[in-house]
């Protein structure tokens, strides 16, 4: 006879089951009402909007754990065994499901006892997966507790889970085995069938009751899982499938915009004033440490961390009480400090590598904002820039150049002169007032004379795109930028638009936007890249270099600016071309992020130091990049280096000029 619940149980067996079943579930129930409850606090958010793209998303990110192989690298392999440990959970939640609602009605212990080629698949699935879980966990508490990878926490919490993992793996190694040692010829795993005779030397009465024992076992390590899992971190099991459905599906270069004649919150000051889905990331945290372990801020030894700003708002959300939710509660300085908010670069690496998609950057940048437009709390540096900004147009502070004295004679369309063309040439701040940028912008404008592109400039008229108020929480100054730049890109018809700098070129596509400029708006390197693919350019000459290319942040991961710089690297003739360590989605930035142009970098090593260190590792001769900060911020670190004369640093544009 098979050893199933129906050789041993009785009623009051069978309603001892169930009462243990409720007892957990309803504990299960309460912790997930009150979390709920919590998460009602956060302000309206419309993220029910695609629903079929929502699904798709889902289906990749979720069943395909996608989001955690996506960060699988030699150095770093956790993603497979978390993709491994995910599938055995779901294997195993079907033989749980069946046993509750069906399975011990008909006093059935699993899927297995169904008697056909099901359950012949099955159970090896089981013993395939619940194999390799053992050696995922054995391997997680390895890289946790011995070799101690930096970017896990060592707490006892971590340990409890895998533990009770490891036991479910256990008992169920152990129960399927006695199983068919009692009964040789029912369906059993591949794995749990090799090692049937290990119980050979008990009689068959004393392996079922040992059976029985481990079922028990297994049950109450499987209840106590359920009812454990809604206090600890691992909530995230069940909050990340929704957060994941929910996340944004905007560009990711688009913050969302302040309503300024209705708005009663200038950023957020107290946790209830982030919207729910803002509070569900905080639930839907794994603690991986993915994001800091990508955070220039952090690996340069700033005070921010996203994954400790992320626990410590959780933190907060679940301190607090009844009597306090309609009371403020205020997060900084409580919870988060002001040079936190400050350190962030806004690179957007904490957001491209979690992999339960929470939105790290929108609780920063709304901290900030708190900070600028209600404390009037911000760094002497960036207020001047700011200043400058209102004042000018620019936060360019001490320029001796006007917008125009870049063009240095060149014969030029201009907009504002009743000039018409196909193509606006956005210069931006930078190329039309940084001295060094200044020379790239001369060369870009004569490359597309050179390609006869019709093109033109708004000359005097041309301003800030309103970034540098943005970034540095300045939203107001931002707004009125761009609906004034909007107004008037739209007063001469402009259709398309070229930029130099990666952050006029989101701004312009990702946020113009939001307030009624919808533009068609291109990178410079894509214009190029175009053009040598319709060999309307061609290089003419050879450069016997080695040649390394530093992805922008602006560029790469929020726009996904990849690939055609690397088109126009890869067209020059001669060019030994190299990549960085961490390029394209996992490129390093530059320093000049978040403001941080204008912002004294006091704490910790330079950023941009660091990068230049990367770049010397590869032996590159030439650093190129197609940002006008980048390049500010690299021959900043090349000089700090002291490496002049064996690295120098230049905007593709002007290498591909140089050759051409």
């Known amino acids: 006879m098979s050893p199933t619940l129906e050789t041993y149980w009785s009623i009051p067996g069978y309603v001892f089951f169930y009462a243990l079943f409720t007892i957990a579930l309803v504990i299960f129930a309460h912790r997930i009402q ?218 990711k270069g688009a913050l969302t915009p302040i309503d300024i004649e209705t708005t009663q919150t200038l950023g957020v000051e107290k946790i209830e004033e982030f919207t729910w889905k803002h509070l569900l990331d905080l639930y839907s945290c794994t603690e991986c440490g993915r994001c800091s372990a990508n955070c220039p801020a952090t690996l340069s030894g700033k005070a921010l961390s996203p994954q400790k700003v992320i ?53 920063i940048y709304e901290l900030r904002r708190y900070l600028v437009l209600v404390k009037n709390k911000i760094p002497e540096s960036a207020e001047r ?40 040439y956005w210069v931006g701040c930078a190329g039309a007032l940084d001295e060094r940028n200044r020379k790239v912008s001369l060369k870009l404008a004569n490359l597309m004379r050179e390609a006869r592109v019709d093109f033109g400039i708004l000359g005097a008229e041309e301003s800030c795109c309103g970034d540098p108020g943005r970034r540095l929480g300045q939203e107001l100054v931002f707004q009125n930028h761009a609906l004034k730049n909007i107004e008037i890109l739209k007063r001469y018809q402009i259709k398309r638009i070229v930029t130099y700098c990666p952050r006029c070129y989101n701004t312009l596509k990702n946020e113009y936007p939001q307030f009624g400029g919808e533009f068609e708006v291109i990178h410079y390197t894509e214009l190029i890249a175009d053009l040598l693919r319709r060999r309307i350019l061609r290089p003419q000459a050879k450069i016997d270099k080695r040649v390394t290319y ?9 726009n996904g600016g990849y690939q055609a710089p690397r088109a126009i690297a890869s067209a020059m003739p001669g060019l030994r071309y190299v990549e960085l360590e961490r390029n394209r989605d996992r490129s390093f930035c530059c320093g000049g992020g978040g403001g941080h142009l204008w912002l004294e970098e006091r704490i910790g090593k330079r950023i941009n130091v660091m990068r230049t260190e990367e770049v010397m590792r590869t032996g590159a001769e030439i650093l190129v990049t197609a940002c006008p900060y980048c390049l500010q911020m690299f021959e ?19 290498l591909f000029q140089q050759v051409s």
């Open 34 to 251: 009150s979390l709920f409850k919590r998460l009602s606090l956060g302000g309206k958010e419309n993220r029910f909007d695609q629903i079929g793209k929502r699904t798709v998303l889902l289906v990749r990110n979720v069943l395909g754990q996608w989001c955690t192989l996506k960060s699988v690298t030699r150095r770093d392999l956790s993603g497979v065994g978390h993709f491994l440990m995910f599938w055995a959970f779901v294997l195993f939640f079907m033989n749980y499901a069946y046993l509750f609602v069906w399975g011990a009605w008909h006093r059935s212990s699993s899927l297995i006892e169904l008697n056909h080629m099901f359950s012949s698949v099955y159970s090896s699935l089981l013993d395939l997966f619940g194999l390799l879980t053992i050696g995922a966990i054995g391997w997680a508490l390895w890289r946790r507790y011995v070799s101690k990878a930096e970017r896990l926490d060592r707490g006892f919490e971590p340990a409890i889970i895998l533990l009770m993992v490891l036991m479910l793996m256990g008992t169920h190694f152990a129960g399927e085995t006695l199983r068919k040692s009692i009964v040789p010829h029912g369906h059993a795993g591949f794995i749990s069938s090799i090692f049937a005779n290990t119980f050979a030397g008990f009689n068959e009465s004393s392996r079922k009751n040992l059976w029985f024992i481990l079922w028990w076992v297994h049950l109450l390590v499987l209840l106590s899982f359920l009812v454990y899992i809604p206090y600890s971190k691992h909530l995230h099991i069940f909050a990340s499938l929704f957060n994941v459905f929910f996340k944004s599906l905007r560009p």
């Open 550 to 558: 530093h992805d922008p942040c602006y560029l790469g991961r929020y």
């Open 385 to 424: 820039a700011l200043r400058t900004l209102m004042m000018r147009g620019d936060p360019w502070t001490g320029t001796p150049f006007l917008r125009t004295d870049w063009m240095e004679g060149l014969p030029m369309k201009v907009f504002s002169k009743g000039d018409h063309a196909e193509i606006l």
């Open 636 to 654: 900043e670190g090349i000089k700090k280096a002291r490496i002049e004369k064996s690295v120098k640093a230049m905007d593709i544009c002007e």
């Open 311 to 363: 626990k410590d708002l959780r933190h907060h959300l679940l301190e607090l009480k009844e009597s306090d939710r309609q009371q403020v509660s205020p997060l900084m300085g409580k919870r988060i400090s002001e040079q936190e908010i400050w350190d962030c670069l806004t690179c957007y690496a904490c957001q491209e590598v979690c992999p339960v998609s929470i939105e790290h950057l929108h609780k």
